[in-house]
């Protein structure tokens, strides 16, 4: 069996692909569940692929659920993964001022505490092994902020922070951090997201909250993340990765005008996506389609 790479987040989403995808071409997959019954759908799919994974259970909010988890993988590897894959995250959508601070701190929490969390705990063994490697899961969100998912913009820009910083922290000892930046595929993330929007009712942003709904049901329809799963394989395979994977046509474009447009008109873009912006009449049909396209690199992560 080839190197143990844990993914987290593994029973659902761009997780569930990444696991099987890389249990098929080889690799020792320990995938993280929240519960038994989670991990089912793992090896069920897994089976289905004519494929064989391993689980343990584990909560990437938590840090004794967290600290147990990984004591277990270090037991089932002989001393710690060679690989690891954080992907386990949520989105959390509203206006920034819906947001509760508990809502805040839960989103942070997943998305950006959990995964130095983890690498605090599997950077020792690499350490020692002078090998090994962090694929972090970050998102087109990551570069780019769209109103009504601030917050989740908020925790990907400070994941991919994190992962520079410690990509040149731990490069000595021969460990290499790299960070894949998905556009819009098609997982449960944002509809599950859609039961976390701030109540409308009362807000003075109610009417474009669903205009923003409409936009994270159209995400159920994008396609399924096997451009992710490839990039994931290909960063695990090369003998030196690159830093970052940008994954998805609708994800360069979005990121190539982000980098281009001034900053008014990428935020008429923005606004007029969700109804915040009336832009002027000469401007309304060009803005539109930018607001589509940029709107069309949504990310995804598993819970």
């Known amino acids: 069996m080839g190197n143990s790479v844990v993914v987290t987040g593994a029973t659902s989403g761009i997780g569930l ?3 099987v995808g890389l249990a098929e071409s080889g690799y020792d997959v320990i995938g993280t569940a929240r519960t038994e019954e989670a991990a089912q759908l793992l090896h069920d799919a897994a089976k289905d692929a004519g494929a064989q994974v391993r689980h ?17 993988i270090a037991t089932m590897t002989g001393g710690g993964p060679w690989a690891v894959v954080n992907n386990a995250g949520f989105a959390q ?9 508990d809502a805040v701190r839960a989103q942070l929490e997943v998305n950006l505490i959990a995964p130095a969390r983890i690498a605090r705990l599997v950077l020792p063994a690499m350490r020692q092994r002078r090998s090994g490697r962090i694929i972090n899961i970050s998102s087109i969100s990551g570069r780019i902020t769209l ?18 910083a410690l990509r040149i922290e731990v490069a000595r ?14 997982t449960p993330i944002w509809q599950r997201g859609l039961d976390r929007m701030p109540d409308p009712a009362g807000s003075a942003y109610k009417q474009s909250y669903g205009l923003a ?7 159920g329809e994008l396609p399924p993340p096997l ?12 003998h030196r990765p690159r830093d970052r994977y940008l994954v998805g046509r609708e994800a360069r474009s979005a990121a190539a005008l982000e980098a281009l447009l001034p900053t008014w008109l990428g935020d008429y873009a923005k606004g007029a ?19 589509r396209r940029r709107t069309a690199g949504r990310p995804d992560r598993a819970p």
């Open 273 to 291: 996506a969700v109804g915040l912006q009336q832009p002027p009449p000469l401007l309304a049909p060009i803005l539109t389609r930018l607001a």
């Open 213 to 219: 709904g409409q936009v994270l049901n159209r995400a």
């Open 93 to 101: 959508p509203g206006a920034i001022e819906d947001v509760t601070d």
């Open 56 to 72: 343990v259970c584990c909560d990437v909010a938590d840090a004794t659920s967290t600290v147990r988890a990984f004591t277990e």
């Open 173 to 186: 000892f021969g460990v290499r951090v790299v960070l894949i930046e998905p556009g819009g595929y098609g």
């Open 17 to 19: 692909a990444t696991a």
């Open 147 to 164: 109103p009504f998912v601030g917050w989740y913009a908020a925790s990907k820009h400070g994941l991919e922070a994190i992962t520079d």
């Open 227 to 238: 451009p992710v799963v490839r990039v994931v394989r290909k960063a695990l395979a090369a």
